[in-house]
Each structure stands twice: as C-alpha cells, then as structure tokens.
Antibody, heavy 123, light 110 residues
C-alpha cells in the first residue's frame, strides 16, 4: 500500500535552513505529482508547494515563496522541501502528500498523506 | 486569513443531516473543483470528496458534495459519533497560482 515517510524536521533557529525528505513506496512515484502541506500548532491546513510528476513545473505558496525549493529524485522515490530563512511563523507539522490521480500538471486532490514531520523555529 | 471561508464550527445529533459551507470567489471555487478533507485529532488529514462531488472508495454515500456559483458544500446525512472531526475544503486559485484551504470546520456530534 501507499506509504509516505517524512524526515528532516527538528528545531532550528530563526534565519536557519532545513531540508525535509519524504520517501514514497507502494505506487509508481514518477507518475504522481507531490505536494507539501503544513499545519501550525492548533491551526488549520496551509498548502505549501507542488511539484509535477516529471519535475517540469513547481508552485509555491505566497507565504513562503522565495524561501522554498521543492525537488524530487524519482530514482530514489523521494521528494524534498528545502526551506531557507525560516521564521517562527513557519513552526508547523509539514505533511508530504501524493496526488490522487497520476499525470496531473497542477495540484490536484491529495490522495495520500504522510504522518508529518514537526519543524520548530525558535531561538 | 483563509480566502476560502468555512464556519468555524458545526454540530448535530446522531442521525441528523449537517451541511458545511465553503465560500470563495471566481478565482477559486467559482471556476475550479473543490476537494474536502477530514482530520481526526492527532492524525493526518484524509480525502473525503474530490472534484466537488466524487467520493473516494471507502467513503460512505452519507457524504455528498455540491457547488453553486462561488460556494461549495459538504453534506453529511445520518450523522454518527465517528463523524466528529475537523473538515477542510480546498481549491486551486488562479490569481495566487496555488491551492487554498478553508479555515476548517470543527464538527461536534451532540
């Protein structure tokens, strides 16, 4: 079955960087767009980024644009989220997510979610 | 502040029908399909409805989705205690070139 396992979260100082990873299994990774969604403590969901199945297009949330890079390695079935110049407001659980349907060119419904990795930005 | 507006809370008694609204604009709900997610406390969200009216396999037909103009709705009939959760709508927004989530609705089964 589909599994998405995130890693790379932790405590980082304001202005610091982190790279989150998400290892996928149970499906043909190279056929699916991947997304990141975050949830601050006690708050709602906020979409963060999308990367097309073939890596040819990316979309980012305005709140983090310019500070994020989403990438993927289809040979390793892994998607990454590089986050720079982190702020306390970026503290959240970051979920890796897989598009419901294959070969979609813009963010689609999310069919599967990982369990999330907690990023805490604090001095 | 979410551009997709949901009521922060909703409630009903077992067996009742409850509707959760999601109000947007022409750049999102008015033009694109809406997806709904359910999140139980301490767990990852789960897809409940996609492309406005389609249920993923395993979601009972007690759940239905609809849209009119710039507003979408999720209806739950035959309310059950296990339906108590947070519900989120989401849609693509072409002015932001990104996905918007609603602020979420906490459903309480009385």
């Amino acid at each position: 079955q589909v599994q998405l396992v995130e890693s790379g979260g932790g405590v980082v100082q304001p202005g610091g960087s982190l790279r989150l990873s998400c290892v996928a299994s149970g499906f043909t990774f190279s056929n699916y767009g991947m997304q990141w969604v975050r949830q601050a403590p006690g708050k709602g969901l906020e979409w963060v980024a999308f990367l097309r199945y073939d890596g040819k297009s990316k979309y980012y949330a305005d709140s983090m644009k310019g500070r994020l890079t989403i990438s993927r390695d289809n040979s390793r079935m892994t998607v990454y989220l590089q986050m720079n110049t982190l702020k306390p407001d970026d503290t959240a659980v970051y979920y890796c997510a897989k598009d419901l349907a294959p070969i979609i060119v813009t963010p689609a419904a999310i069919g599967h979610w990982g369990q999330g990795t907690l990023v805490t930005v604090s001095s | 502040q979410s551009v997709l507006t949901q009521p922060p809370s909703a409630s009903g008694t077992p067996g009742q029908r409850v509707t959760i609204s999601c109000s947007g604009s022409s750049s999102n709900v008015g033009t694109y399909t809406v997806n709904w997610y359910r999140q139980l406390p301490g767990t990852a969200p789960k897809l409940l409805m996609y492309s406005t009216t389609h249920r993923p396999s395993g979601v009972p037909d007690r759940f239905s989705g609809s849209k009119s103009g710039t507003s979408a709705s999720l209806a739950i009939s035959g309310l059950q205690s296990e339906d108590e959760a947070d519900y989120y709508c989401a849609a693509w927004d072409d002015s932001l070139n990104g996905v918007l989530f609603g602020g979420g609705t906490k459903l309480t089964v009385l």
